[in-house]
């Protein structure tokens, strides 16, 4: 039996049913798209023009290099605006200065080295240069200036000292020199970052959890349902706290734990939990961080990542998608050689090689066992494969209350009716549903969650969001109203049919209507009866807009679609067709190429006519038993899709009350018990 599968396609009624090993979870759902039919439009034409990327390292010198010669040439510019603003004042030679003391006109000299700053007596300034290395005095009485014109003007003497004065005289050659230290620094800094990336490149990239860390310290208590991997996975707990328990009596724990299931039930988490109820070091890795384009990087990080666990062992190493790096050697255009290969052989060599490894186990996780290496899965490597099952009703109860704990809820709120209501649900899906609900809530300004923002978020997360702009005409509506309760019908009078919960013709997502349907108790088994009756259900659309509105529209399509896959399914795998007998002419996904089963043509064209021509035969089988159901309840059908229009929305009590009251008994749990 398969996992859980959601079939939505553009302009078309879709049929969900989640399918876990014997229950069936169907939505009927019509799509918006529906009402009208598909026309062809030429679309206009983009062309975008391509430019080579570049190396982002080379970007960054240049980027560095240019942004130094910005700023040295603005501040070349500025120190020059600031030195031509400073050489303003006028400067007069010794012999004009001369002159002027003697005629009297100068009131003060300020010698500062061998700048002279002049004061006049009409309040100008004025600068001159003395001779270098001879007093003031000395030089003015060479120019002929006399002791008695000297002593008349007030002299200064500064001295050349102090911050400023070695500040302006050493700007121009220490800031060109700041520049070009600063330049090569960057430039250094670069090419040191290259090497040691090139250093580092074959460094193992996992993340570790201390175990000291009680912030992201998960334990059993946290992962809910799962009791069977949770005892299978027991012992390695045990092996990690109390080893010498298993040592003394010769018992060796595996080196390998491979956890198998569909996405979102919880691989990771009880990985996580292992190690956080053992008190252990976890390392955490996903697959394709081991593969890299250089051939050897990968198998120098397998190594680097063994060694970091060795250190610190007792550890376990988690690798998440294992399949990324696990696949079968030799298949696809990679060859024999390629990097990937590498990675595998040094992993096999790790888990089982020369060297004993004792304390340090692994764990991997992945959802497609059947594409792995056999010598990955040998025993001595992961030689013990923990199974994960979406979870039944029970399980799916206490993850609710899991992931309930820090939500405040109304007192209406009944998580088993929600369990109840979400069969297919993983782990993952649970979690979305519950907060989506606490969303709902917050965004209508409610300070708890209610039992009704869990139902609506239920249809939110298999769906999509309520289309409230998307308005039906009401030819649309009507159509969607009597496609619905044609599924609706049939699903409450044929006896091996899930029983309806609910109908709505209120647009979400890309649907405008959907029945759910919710088997009365979890199966582990689908009988061939039970698989002819969801074929005839999900005819039901198709059949009634047929026989009611002599035409047909897109919306059908996706249940014509998962009914011929089902009735295929029947005929080629499970060994229901009488005609051809208890063979099961498709493999389990083919040879593994370029990452996918490529499925092989195993038998004739003779068989081929056959397998089609029975299939024809099963859905023309089921077209005739809707149609005669239909044309039998007819007013049941009626009544139906008038309560649709007018409330958009049935629920299962009120949809109960319309069957009884035309004649029709509502399936109860003893109804499926004693079919035969």
Same mark, same amino acid.
């Given at each position: 039996?398969?996992?859980?599968?959601?079939?939505?396609?553009?302009?078309?009624?879709?049929?969900?049913?989640?399918?876990?090993?014997?229950?069936?979870?169907?939505?009927?759902?019509?799509?918006?798209?529906?009402?009208?039919?598909?026309?062809?439009?030429?679309?206009?034409?983009?062309?975008?023009?391509?430019?080579?990327?570049?190396?982002?390292?080379?970007?960054?010198?240049?980027?560095?290099?240019?942004?130094?010669?910005?700023?040295?040439?603005?501040?070349?510019?500025?120190?020059?605006?600031?030195?031509?603003?400073?050489?303003?004042?006028?400067?007069?030679?010794?012999?004009?200065?001369?002159?002027?003391?003697?005629?009297?006109?100068?009131?003060?000299?300020?010698?500062?080295?061998?700048?002279?700053?002049?004061?006049?007596?009409?309040?100008?300034?004025?600068?001159?240069?003395?001779?270098?290395?001879?007093?003031?005095?000395?030089?003015?009485?060479?120019?002929?200036?006399?002791?008695?014109?000297?002593?008349?003007?007030?002299?200064?003497?500064?001295?050349?000292?102090?911050?400023?004065?070695?500040?302006?005289?050493?700007?121009?050659?220490?800031?060109?020199?700041?520049?070009?230290? $600063?330049?090569?620094?960057?430039?250094?800094?670069?090419?040191?970052?290259?090497?040691?990336?090139?250093?580092?490149?074959?460094?193992?990239?996992?993340?570790?959890?201390?175990?000291?860390?009680?912030?992201?310290?998960?334990?059993?208590?946290?992962?809910?349902?799962?009791?069977?991997?949770?005892?299978?996975?027991?012992?390695?707990?045990?092996?990690?706290?109390?080893?010498?328990?298993?040592?003394?009596?010769?018992?060796?724990?595996?080196?390998?734990?491979?956890?198998?299931?569909? #996405?979102?039930?919880?691989?990771?988490?009880?990985?996580?939990?292992?190690?956080?109820?053992?008190?252990?070091?976890?390392?955490?890795?996903?697959?394709?961080?081991?593969?890299?384009?250089?051939?050897?990087?990968?198998?120098?990080?397998?190594?680097?990542?063994?060694?970091?666990?060795?250190?610190?062992?007792?550890?376990?190493?988690?690798?998440?998608?294992?399949?990324?790096?696990?696949?079968?050697?030799?298949?696809?255009?990679?060859?024999?050689?390629?990097?990937?290969?590498?990675?595998?052989?040094?992993?096999? $060599?790790?888990?089982?090689?020369?060297?004993?490894?004792?304390?340090?186990?692994?764990?991997?996780?992945?959802?497609?066992?059947?594409?792995?290496?056999?010598?990955?899965?040998?025993?001595?490597?992961?030689?013990?494969?923990?199974?994960?099952?979406?979870?039944?009703?029970?399980?799916?109860?206490?993850?609710?209350?899991?992931?309930?704990?820090?939500?405040?809820?109304?007192?209406?709120?009944?998580?088993?009716?929600?369990?109840?209501?979400?069969?297919?649900?993983?782990?993952?899906?649970?979690?979305?549903?519950?907060?989506?609900?606490?969303?709902?809530?917050?965004?209508?300004?409610?300070?708890?969650?209610?039992?009704?923002?869990?139902?609506?978020?239920?249809?939110?997360?298999?769906?999509? #969001?309520?289309?409230?702009?998307?308005?039906?005409?009401?030819?649309?509506?009507?159509?969607?109203?009597?496609?619905?309760?044609?599924?609706?019908?049939?699903?409450?009078?044929?006896?091996?049919?899930?029983?309806?919960?609910?109908?709505?013709?209120?647009?979400?997502?890309?649907?405008?209507?959907?029945?759910?349907?919710?088997?009365?108790?979890?199966?582990?088994?689908?009988?061939?009866?039970?698989?002819?009756?969801?074929?005839?259900?999900?005819?039901?659309?198709?059949?009634?807009?047929?026989?009611?509105?002599?035409?047909?529209?897109?919306?059908?399509?996706?249940?014509?679609?998962?009914?011929?896959?089902?009735?295929?399914?029947?005929?080629?795998?499970?060994?229901?067709?009488?005609?051809?007998?208890?063979?099961?002419?498709?493999?389990?996904?083919?040879?593994?190429?370029?990452?996918?089963?490529?499925?092989?043509?195993?038998?004739?064209?003779? $068989?081929?006519?056959?397998?089609?021509?029975?299939?024809?035969?099963?859905?023309?089988?089921?077209?005739?038993?809707?149609?005669?159901?239909?044309?039998?309840?007819?007013?049941?059908?009626?009544?139906?899709?008038?309560?649709?229009?007018?409330?958009?929305?049935?629920?299962?009590?009120?949809?109960?009350?319309?069957?009884?009251?035309?004649?029709?008994?509502?399936?109860?749990?003893?109804?499926?018990?004693?079919?035969?």
């Amino acid at each position: 039996m398969g996992s859980p599968a959601i079939f939505l396609s553009g302009g078309s009624m879709a049929f969900f049913y989640f399918f876990q090993k014997s229950s069936l979870f169907s939505f009927f759902v019509y799509n918006s798209h529906t009402m009208s039919t598909p026309e062809k439009q030429q679309k206009p034409k983009i062309i975008i023009k391509k430019t080579p990327k570049k190396d982002p390292e080379q970007s960054s010198i240049l980027s560095y290099i240019v942004s130094v010669l910005i700023i040295f040439i603005i501040l070349s510019g500025a120190y020059s605006l600031i030195a031509r603003n400073t050489s303003k004042t006028p400067e007069v030679p010794l012999s004009e200065l001369s002159t002027d003391i003697k005629a009297g006109n100068v009131t003060s000299i300020t010698v500062n080295g061998d700048s002279l700053d002049l004061v006049y007596k009409n309040g100008d300034k004025k600068v001159s240069k003395k001779e270098t290395g001879e007093a003031l005095s000395q030089t003015l009485t060479n120019l002929g200036v006399s002791t008695t014109d000297i002593a008349k003007i007030k002299v200064d003497i500064k001295s050349d000292t102090g911050f400023a004065y070695w500040a302006i005289n050493l700007a121009p050659i220490i800031i060109p020199l700041l520049f070009i230290i $600063v330049f090569i620094w960057f430039i250094t800094r670069q090419v040191k970052g290259a090497g040691m990336q090139a250093m580092t490149f074959g460094q193992s990239k996992a993340r570790m959890i201390d175990p000291n860390d009680k912030s992201q310290r998960v334990t059993f208590k946290d992962v809910a349902g799962a009791k069977e991997a949770k005892e299978e996975l027991a012992e390695i707990v045990d092996f990690l706290k109390n080893p010498k328990k298993f040592l003394d009596i010769g018992a060796r724990i595996p080196k390998g734990i491979l956890l198998m299931g569909a #996405p979102g039930t919880g691989k990771t988490l009880l990985a996580r939990a292992v190690a956080g109820e053992a008190g252990v070091a976890f390392f955490s890795i996903s697959g394709s961080e081991f593969v890299e384009m250089f051939v050897g990087v990968g198998a120098s990080r397998v190594r680097d990542l063994f060694l970091m666990a060795k250190r610190t062992a007792p550890a376990i190493i988690f690798v998440d998608e294992i399949d990324a790096v696990g696949r079968v050697r030799g298949v696809g255009a990679g060859g024999g050689n390629d990097e990937r290969e590498q990675t595998l052989n040094q992993i096999l $060599v790790e888990m089982d090689g020369f060297e004993p490894n004792e304390k340090v186990i692994v764990m991997a996780a992945t959802n497609r066992p059947d594409v792995l290496d056999p010598a990955l899965l040998r025993p001595g490597r992961f030689d013990r494969r923990v199974t994960l099952d979406l979870p039944d009703r029970a399980d799916r109860e206490e993850i609710l209350k899991v992931h309930a704990k820090k939500k405040p809820f109304a007192e209406d709120v009944n998580l088993s009716v929600i369990a109840e209501r979400t069969p297919g649900f993983s782990g993952a899906d649970l979690y979305s549903l519950m907060n989506e609900g606490a969303i709902l809530a917050a965004r209508e300004n409610r300070l708890k969650v209610s039992q009704y923002d869990l139902i609506r978020s239920i249809e939110k997360v298999m769906l999509g #969001p309520e289309r409230k702009s998307h308005i039906l005409s009401k030819k649309e509506k009507e159509i969607t109203a009597y496609h619905e309760a044609g599924h609706a019908v049939l699903a409450s009078i044929l006896p091996y049919a899930d029983p309806v919960h609910k109908i709505s013709i209120i647009s979400r997502g890309r649907a405008a209507g959907y029945v759910l349907k919710l088997p009365i108790e979890d199966r582990k088994l689908q009988s061939k009866k039970e698989f002819l009756d969801d074929i005839a259900v999900s005819l039901g659309g198709y059949v009634t807009e047929q026989m009611l509105f002599d035409d047909l529209t897109t919306g059908p399509s996706n249940d014509l679609q998962v009914s011929t896959a089902l009735a295929r399914d029947m005929v080629t795998k499970y060994g229901m067709s009488e005609t051809l007998g208890p063979v099961a002419l498709e493999g389990q996904g083919g040879k593994v190429l370029f990452g996918r089963g490529v499925e092989e043509k195993e038998f004739s064209d003779k $068989v081929a006519a056959e397998i089609d021509a029975e299939v024809s035969r099963i859905m023309k089988e089921a077209e005739t038993k809707a149609k005669t159901t239909i044309t039998d309840k007819r007013n049941l059908l009626d009544a139906i899709a008038k309560r649709l229009i007018e409330t958009e929305t049935i629920e299962r009590p009120e949809f109960e009350t319309i069957l009884v009251a035309h004649g029709v008994t509502p399936k109860q749990k003893l109804d499926i018990e004693h079919q035969v």
